[in-house]
Each structure stands twice: as C-alpha cells, then as structure tokens.
C-alpha cells in the first residue's frame, strides 16, 4: 500500500470500501442544475461521468452538501462518493502519487473548464456530505448601478435599473432570522418540510475589493429549501425599491403562504460560498441529528403543521 494512501472505509457485503470527499466549484451559466437528469447538462452527470472514465467503472454517484438550482453558481460544494478499496488504491496507475492527488489531477484532465475540483482526501468516519453539515453559506449580487455595470460578470451578478435602499433591505432581512417555518419563499414539494434555522440574512454595499459598489446578499442556514435563497432575495428588493414596507418580507413569513407580489430573482447572482462540518469526531453525531430532526419535521407536515395552503 502506497504511503499516505490509509483507508478509512467499511466493509460491505465483502468488498472493502472506502468515502472519498472532494470539494469543488463550478459556473452554473450552462448547467440544469445540480441533479443529474436525462437528456440535459447537469454538474452532478458530468462530475458522475467523469469519475467513471478516471475510474474506469460504471458512473459511481455522488452525494452532494446542496443540490443547486440551474444557473446558480459554487465555490464551495462539497460531495463524496463511495468507492471500492481496489478502485481507490488503482487510480494512481504508475505514478507515485497519492491515489488523493492522482484523482485530483485526472479528474481536472477530463472536467470541463466550467467544473473545478479543489481538493480530493479520504474523508473521516461518520463523514456525510450532506448529513454532517452544519449550514451553508450563499452570497447574492445585485448591481444598482450603471456605471458598475460589467459585462464580463453579466452571468454573476444581477442588473437591477431601480436604485436600492440597503438599509431598508437590511432591516427587513433581520426580522427573518431564526427557526421558522419558510413555506413562504419556498417553491412546495409533497411532504418536504419548509422549517429552517436562518443563521444570517445581512446587505451591505461593500466600499472596497471585488464586490465595491453591488448591492450583496450574504445568507446562511442550516439548510435550504427550494428557491428560498432567491424568494429571500426577491422579497428583500421589493422592500429595497420602496414598494414594500420593512416589515412586509416578515408577514409574509408569519402568514406561510406565498405572495405574487414577491418574486423569485434570478439565479444568476447566487453563489453556494461554504459548507461548513464539525470537528472530525462529531461527523456521525450531526449526520444522526440531522436524519432525526429532519423526520420530525417530515411528520409534523404529513400531519398539517407547516403546509402551504395555498
């Protein structure tokens, strides 16, 4: 066995097996989404494709932290995917490398320019890319200004013609934060829960670096559901543009329906920044707590708690 090649995997059904992780980003521009689906461009049926030919074996699936809508953007995604000891360990072929970085480098010869993989590592026990999370980060952009407007990030960043009050949207987005039901500004799916923790909702117009000038969005949550990034968003503008009062985006909350009068922006301006985990040892602990507090509220909308009426 190659040095710093150490499995750390589960033997099953008399195979021995290991959970690779691999951090990656990607341009949503040409994507339909994240989910792999038949006939279209998806970022998880590329990166599914491109592991199968590096591995020579049938497509093996990924598990994803978030599954991203078409169009939205990452730089931060986080996957893993399970793999056979004999699959790992052959990956290096003749070179000396680790099978870690011989993965990393044949995937970067095979993925499309719009597909990076960062980082590659055999991922610690109890690891779920999903589960294990602890909250993920998005920023939205939005441009307000015409003498900012730049055409080479026309695909990143949101034209709005109308000037934008940021206090306003400011105050607004604070009256959200919490552990609430957003059935609002999600778009409803058969007995999924809209209940979420929404750890930060703040605007700003940065003064200085990349983003000097835009109007942006940073958002974090334990989860997301369904377009509520964009719902989020979208109702934060209404406000911004002074056709909402302050206080609008938090009735809407309270009242669990959606509005016509708040729009899902485009994806366009998003960005999946980070996923974030707990220490090593408490992976399986949060993956467990995840699993349990997500059934719980599966029930709670089987049973009538927090459905969308409307």
């Given amino acids: 066995m190659r040095r710093g090649s150490r499995l750390a995997g589960v033997t099953v059904s008399g195979v021995s097996s290991v959970r690779v992780r691999l951090d990656l980003a990607y341009d949503g521009t040409d994507f339909a989404g994240w989910a792999r689906q038949p006939g279209l461009?998806?970022?998880?049926?590329?990166?599914?494709?491109?592991?199968?030919?590096?591995?020579?074996t049938g497509n093996?699936?990924?598990?994803?932290?978030?599954?991203?809508?078409?169009?939205?953007h990452a730089r931060g995604q986080v996957v893993h995917v399970d793999l056979t000891s004999e699959a790992w360990e052959r990956v290096v072929g003749r070179s000396t490398r680790t099978p870690a970085q011989a993965l990393e480098r044949r995937l970067t010869g095979v993925l499309p320019a719009d597909v990076v993989v960062h980082r590659v590592v055999l991922a610690p026990p109890g690891f779920d890319a999903r589960f294990s999370a602890l909250r993920r980060r998005?920023?939205?952009?939005?441009?307000?200004?015409?003498?900012?407007?730049?055409?080479?990030?026309?695909s990143h960043v949101l034209w709005h013609r109308a000037a934008l009050d940021v206090e306003a949207m400011d105050?607004?987005?604070?009256?959200?934060?919490?552990r609430h039901d957003f059935a609002a500004f999600c778009r409803p799916r058969p007995g999924a829960t809209t209940i979420r923790t929404l750890e930060v909702l703040r605007w700003e117009r940065p003064e200085h670096g990349a983003d000097a000038g835009l109007v942006v969005a940073h958002v974090q949550a334990d989860a997301f559901c369904h377009s509520m990034v964009r719902a989020l968003v979208?109702?934060?503008?209404?406000?911004?543009?002074?056709?909402?009062?302050?206080?609008?985006?938090?009735?809407?909350?309270?009242?669990r329906r959606r509005d016509p009068g708040s729009a899902v922006v485009a994806a366009l301006g998003l960005t999946l920044e980070e996923v974030a985990y707990p220490p090593d040892a408490e992976l399986a602990a949060r993956a467990e707590q995840t699993r349990a507090t997500r059934a719980a509220d599966d029930v709670d909308v089987l049973r009538g708690a927090c459905t969308d009426e409307g």
Avoid: M, N
């Fill in 41 to 56: 461009r998806t970022v998880q049926g590329v990166l599914e494709d491109a592991l199968g030919q590096v591995l020579r």
């Fill in 138 to 154: 998005y920023t939205y952009r939005v441009c307000d200004d015409a003498l900012l407007r730049d055409p080479l990030r026309r």
């Fill in 60 to 72: 093996p699936r990924v598990a994803v932290a978030g599954r991203t809508d078409a169009g939205v």
């Fill in 171 to 178: 105050a607004a987005a604070r009256l959200l934060l919490g």
């Fill in 234 to 255: 979208g109702a934060s503008i209404a406000v911004g543009e002074g056709r909402q009062d302050v206080t609008w985006p938090a009735d809407l909350l309270a009242g």
